[in-house]
């Protein structure tokens, strides 16, 4: 980015180190609000420990179910800081996640929930004011949530600022998403090849406030 300035939001100094702790503490402390004692998530690494830390500090029960290919810093992460954790293949990981939930009784905070998205629009409210001036909002996508959020907030504050979603050429379902207009899913074996870890959701999230629709999306 040639005579550009470009600033970087620290989200890895977070407690959990990733922003993914904005949108499971919104989530978890709504949920334990409502009686709500034992929730369950499944992810690559960031989210899961971003929900066994809300559910530590609210005194919840969590489970968490990670690939077999998460980053045993990850894995050992989550555990510390108290959530039970499942092993299972990465193409397995919603399907097992579903299962359990339904075994124990146990409420799903999926990474595309709506109190997420609300929770990470949070730094999108706190990059406006810290640089009013700015242009341009880079964000990057695994399955959108904290894109979503961000747009959001960035634009209601000022609709001028471009909000770019930005994600690995080997995991780019977002991008192929965005091109036709409808979500577009890429299969665990493609978006397994980038290193990235943390962004290699196979679709964008498709829950919408007050709808279940996950079709056709629309430009803001």
Not at 11 to 27: I, L, M, W, Y
Not at 119 to 136: N, Q, R, W
Not at 197 to 204: F, K, M, S
Request: overall charge positive; aromatic content about 4%; proline content about 7%.
């Amino acid at each position: 980015m040639p005579g550009e300035r470009l600033w970087v939001k620290p989200e890895n100094r977070q407690p959990t180190r990733s922003f993914k702790v904005r949108g499971a503490v919104n989530a978890v402390v709504r949920l334990a609000r409502q009686g709500v004692r034992h929730v369950i998530a499944q992810s690559s690494g960031n989210h899961a420990q971003a929900i066994a830390y809300a559910a530590a500090e609210q005194g919840l029960r969590a489970t968490v179910v990670l690939p077999d290919t998460a980053p045993e810093l990850k894995v050992s992460a989550a555990r510390r800081l108290g959530a039970e954790v499942v092993i299972v293949p990465p193409a397995l990981r919603e399907e097992a996640c579903l299962a359990l939930a339904d075994r124990f009784g146990a409420t799903v905070i999926g990474s595309d929930a709506f109190d997420v998205i609300a929770g990470h629009g949070s730094a999108g409210a706190e990059v406006v004011p810290d640089l009013p001036d700015a242009g341009s909002v880079l964000v990057p996508v695994c399955n959108g949530g904290l894109l979503a959020g961000i747009a959001v907030a960035v634009k209601a504050a000022d609709p001028a600022i471009r909000v770019i979603g930005v994600e690995p050429e080997l995991a780019a379902d977002g991008a192929a998403s965005f091109r036709s207009g409808t979500r577009t899913a890429w299969p665990v074996e493609l978006t397994y090849r980038t290193r990235a870890d943390g962004l290699r959701a196979p679709v964008l999230g498709g829950r919408w406030p007050g709808s279940t629709s996950t079709g056709t999306w629309t430009t803001w």
